[in-house]
């Protein structure tokens, strides 16, 4: 999320390989494993709830990157959206119950304050240019849009970050990035503010996924083509040996009594406003009428 400053222009540090993100998320589509969509059934719960609560109607909504189309079809059973258009990397989503414009992972290519509602289920951590994104989607919104997100935050997959980089260290003496750097709250709601976002709110939550092995958690990673997409990553193939000693080491220190392993998703929620004239705006200082000593009936 980063820029780096290159002869006076700002340019995108390139933090991750944006095509194998596509390419992944393709052979993950055409080779589906039962189940392992759960965190994008779990993002399409999440945003349908939390819009199913906004008492506004949306005449027109677009699902950023979404793959499965679960969250459309949630979003569009509340009853709260008129119609709705998914945006997919080429090739790289299921078809569903909404049309598909297809695009690069970041890129929305919408014109300036033609939509009501834009959803972001589970796609913002792994842009290159983030900042820009939450920018082209604050200025997609009509005035008075809505902006809702689910987004992997700081502790996702800490288990896996830990077992992987310790086993490294032990049998290579070095260790490369193979989990990739989550954002906390405080990165997102600085997004939101900068982006120009009005009312912004941002909070989050954690589930515990359990697994037999660290084997059956990594075949769930590569279904959902999650798998390392970092451009740093280490290109040199480790060996069977790598995975069962991280395989021993993640059972002998992130396991249950049953001996399951457990796998941390931290969760960001955000939601913002494109700015209206019609929301509520902050005092200025010094306009309030009443003492905060009286209120509190103290001297």
Not at 227 to 242: H, K, Q, W
Request: proline residues 7%; positive net charge.
């Amino acid at each position: 999320m980063a820029r780096a400053k290159d002869r006076g222009i700002f340019a995108v540090d390139m933090l991750f390989d944006t095509d194998l993100i596509a390419r992944r998320r393709r052979r993950a589509l055409r080779r589906p494993v039962a189940g392992a969509d759960f965190l994008m059934r779990l993002a399409a719960e999440e945003l349908a709830e939390r819009l199913s609560v906004v008492e506004r109607h949306f005449e027109k909504a677009v699902e950023m990157q979404g793959a499965t189309g679960a969250v459309a079809e949630a979003c569009l059973a509340t009853g709260k959206i008129g119609s709705l258009t998914r945006i997919e990397m080429p090739d790289a989503f299921r078809p569903g119950v909404a049309p598909v414009l297809e695009r690069p992972l970041e890129l929305l290519g919408l014109e300036p304050e033609s939509v009501n509602l834009l959803l972001a289920p589970l796609c913002l951590h792994v842009t290159n240019d983030t900042p820009g994104l939450f920018i082209q989607a604050r200025r997609a919104l009509h005035p008075d849009g809505l902006f809702l997100a689910l987004i992997p935050g700081a502790g996702t997959l800490a288990e896996l970050k830990d077992v992987l980089l310790e086993t490294e260290a032990a049998l290579y003496g070095g260790a490369s990035p193979r989990v990739i750097p989550f954002p906390d709250v405080r990165d997102v709601g600085g997004l939101m503010q900068r982006a120009g976002f009005a009312l912004p709110v941002v909070d989050a939550d954690m589930r515990t996924v359990r697994y037999d092995t660290l084997f059956e958690l990594m075949k769930d990673l590569r279904a959902m083509g999650m798998t390392n997409p970092l451009t740093g990553r280490s290109r040199v193939p480790v060996s069977r040996r790598f995975f069962l000693k991280a395989a021993e080491l993640y059972a002998e220190r992130h396991s249950d009594p049953d001996g399951r392993i457990r796998a941390s998703f931290h969760f960001i929620h955000a939601s913002g406003w494109a700015p209206h004239e019609s929301q509520q705006k902050p005092l200025k200082p010094g306009s309030a009428i009443t003492r905060l000593s009286d209120a509190l009936k103290t001297k």
